[in-house]
C-alpha cells in the first residue's frame, strides 16, 4: 500500500489516481482533509475505491504517527511513500530577479521575510523528512520505497525563489542520504525533479492575472525548455510508477527530471 503526502495538490492528486488505477491501495493524506476526503469520493465514483482520505501535517510528527495508526489498522503495512506535500510561497520569494542601483530594498533579498524564508524551508525539506521517519519505520521488515520531490533548482538556483531551491536542493541531498542509510534494509529512496507544470504554486510567477498570458517568466521558462511546453501532471506518472516497482529494484538515491528537457539545455 503507498502513503502520499500533499495528495489533494495538483500533482499528487493525479499521481494517486494513476497508482489506483494500477492497483495500488492509497492513504491520501493531506494538511486539507476535507479536499482528501472529497478527492476520495471522486475516486470512488470512479470506482477506485482502495483509499483512505487522511487529514495529516507534514510537519507535525505527532499528526503523522496518528496517520501511520490509521493507515496500519487499515492495511497493517506500508509499502511506498510519496512525499508529495511541498511547494513555493510568495513571501519566500524576491520579486526582483536581479538587483540593481534603484531596485527598491523590499523586492530584493533585503526585503526577504524570515517568516516566509523559514516557512518554505521547513515545508519542503522538514515536510519530507518526517513522513519518512513517521512511514519508513512500518516498511523495516519487509522493505519499501520512497518517492521525494524536487525541482530544477536542486541543481542550479533560479532567480526569485530563494528558499525553495534551498530547500528542494536539501531534499535532493536527504534523498541521497536517505538511500545510503536504509539501503541494507531493503528500502529504495527516490526523487522526481518536476520541470514547469503550471500549478498553484507557481501560477503567479508564470502566468498574467488573467490566467492564459504568459509572464516574461513564463516565455524565458518555455524558450528555455526544448520541448517548448509546460507538463501536465500525467507526465510524471509513468517516472513515478517505475521508480516505485520492482522495474528499479536496483536503483536507489537517484533524483530524476521530468523537464521536457530544461536541465540538458543551456538556453544557447
Ligand atoms: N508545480 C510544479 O511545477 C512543480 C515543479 C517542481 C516540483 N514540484 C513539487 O511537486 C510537489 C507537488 O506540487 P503541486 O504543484 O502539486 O502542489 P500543490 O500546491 O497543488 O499541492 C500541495 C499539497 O500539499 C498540501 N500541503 C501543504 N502543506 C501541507 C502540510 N503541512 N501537511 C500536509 N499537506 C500539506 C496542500 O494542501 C496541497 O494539497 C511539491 O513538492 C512541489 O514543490 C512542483
Given at each position: 500500500m503507498c502513503v502520499v503526502t500533499?495528495?489533494?495538490?495538483?500533482?499528487?492528486a493525479s499521481l494517486t489516481e494513476d497508482l489506483l488505477r494500477h492497483g495500488a491501495k492509497v492513504a491520501?493524506?493531506?494538511?486539507?482533509g476535507d479536499v482528501a476526503r472529497?478527492?476520495?469520493?471522486?475516486f470512488a465514483r470512479k470506482g477506485l475505491k482502495d483509499t483512505l482520505p487522511v487529514e495529516a501535517n507534514v510537519l507535525d510528527k505527532a499528526?503523522?504517527?496518528e496517520a501511520r495508526a490509521a493507515v496500519l489498522k487499515k492495511w497493517r503495512h506500508v509499502d511506498v511513500l510519496v512525499n508529495g506535500a511541498g511547494g513555493n510561497h510568495p513571501k519566500g520569494t524576491c520579486p526582483a530577479e536581479q538587483m540593481e542601483k534603484g531596485t527598491p530594498l523590499a523586492d530584493t533579498f533585503f526585503g526577504l521575510e524570515q517568516e516566509g524564508f523559514e516557512f518554505v524551508n521547513r515545508l519542503n525539506f522538514v515536510g519530507t523528512m518526517l513522513p519518512c521517519q513517521v512511514f519508513c519505520e512500518a516498511m523495516l521488515k519487509k522493505g519499501g520505497a520512497v518517492l521525494n520531490f524536487c525541482s530544477m533548482a536542486c541543481w542550479q538556483p533560479m532567480t526569485k525563489v530563494a528558499a525553495y531551491g534551498a530547500a528542494k536542493a536539501g531534499v535532493m541531498n536527504f534523498t541521497s542520504f536517505l538511500a545510503t542509510h536504509l539501503a541494507p534494509m531493503g528500502i529504495r529512496v527516490n526523487a522526481l525533479a518536476p520541470g514547469f507544470f503550471i500549478t498553484n504554486q507557481n501560477r503567479f510567477l508564470l502566468l498574467e492575472k488573467d490566467g492564459k498570458t504568459l509572464t516574461a517568466r513564463g516565455h524565458k521558462v518555455i524558450a528555455k525548455t526544448p520541448m517548448r511546453k509546460f507538463g501536465t501532471p500525467s507526465d510524471l506518472h509513468g517516472a513515478a510508477r517505475f521508480l516505485l516497482s520492482d522495474e528499479a529494484a536496483f536503483?536507489?538515491?537517484v533524483t530524476l527530471p521530468v523537464d521536457g528537457g530544461f536541465m540538458c539545455y543551456s538556453g544557447v
Open positions: 500533499g495528495a489533494a495538490g495538483v500533482l499528487c491520501v493524506l493531506d494538511l486539507r472529497k478527492l476520495c469520493a471522486a499528526s503523522l504517527v536503483i536507489t538515491g
